[in-house]
């Protein structure tokens, strides 16, 4: 069965560094998508980043880029220069693949980052 | 272009109440989604349309739960009875047919059963 893993709970990041949030996943699909999204306290999830199980580039979006190791299953999400606009819980998803005709998104539990100032 | 929208934004009832909730997605959208988030966690699926009907509902607690998507368009989901554990956030979503796209999120419907 599909299953996303996010290992950090919370993660801290001093404003204007780097910083990598953790993803793994499980999958039996060849075919298959990833996505980053990010939900402030507010409540509604924006959608970051998206890489393709078949992309060989890692996917970038502005500050975002997607660390994606396909052997290790992993698709770790690098935020650069981070803001203090940044802390939010991020969560990452996986859909299956569209070969099957079906687009269920399973996430993750979620990272909370906050930045300091 | 409007997003989804979700009404209301937040309800407070109290247990073996009934419930609703209703959703407008994204115009054009055939997939539709409804996610319940529980406090600190992840969103986890309780049903998934392709236009009017529901390809995916292994999550739903149909005991108490139930879902329409009418003319393949908005959707409600209800809850009847409340219990005290169906405090969450519910979550609509939508995305296009076909092709790598993300889903398309409304702000969530925030359920409070007392």
């Known amino acids: 069965a599909q299953k996303i893993t996010q290992t950090q709970p919370g993660m801290f990041v001093q404003e204007k560094e780097a910083v990598t949030l953790d993803c793994t996943y499980d999958?039996?699909?060849?075919?298959?998508?990833l996505f980053w999204y990010k939900q402030p306290s507010s409540g509604e999830m924006i959608f970051l980043i998206y890489q393709g199980s078949y992309d060989e580039q890692n996917a970038t979006e502005g500050r975002y880029s997607l660390n994606f190791q396909k052997a290790r299953k992993s698709a770790n999400l690098v935020i650069s220069a981070s803001q203090l606009g940044d802390s939010a819980m991020y969560f990452c998803a996986m859909r299956e693949s569209p070969f099957s005709g079906t687009y269920k998104y399973i996430f993750g539990t979620g990272t909370r980052l906050k930045v300091l100032a | 272009e409007a997003g989804v929208v979700q009404s209301p934004r937040y309800k407070i009832i109290e247990k073996k109440q009934p419930v609703a909730f209703w959703c407008n997605p994204i115009?054009?959208?055939?997939?539709l989604y409804w996610y319940r988030q529980n406090l600190g966690q992840g969103p986890e699926l309780l049903i998934r349309y392709e236009n009017e009907e529901a390809v995916d509902d292994s999550q739903l607690p149909k005991d108490r739960f139930s879902a329409e998507r009418l003319k393949g368009v908005d959707s409600t989901l209800k809850i009847q009875p409340a219990e005290l554990g169906d405090s969450a956030v519910y979550l609509c979503a939508s995305s296009p047919r076909g092709g790598p796209t993300e889903a398309f999120f409304g702000q969530g419907t925030r359920l409070t059963v007392v």
């Open positions: 999958t039996s699909d060849q075919s298959y998508g």
């Open positions: 115009s054009g959208h055939n997939t």
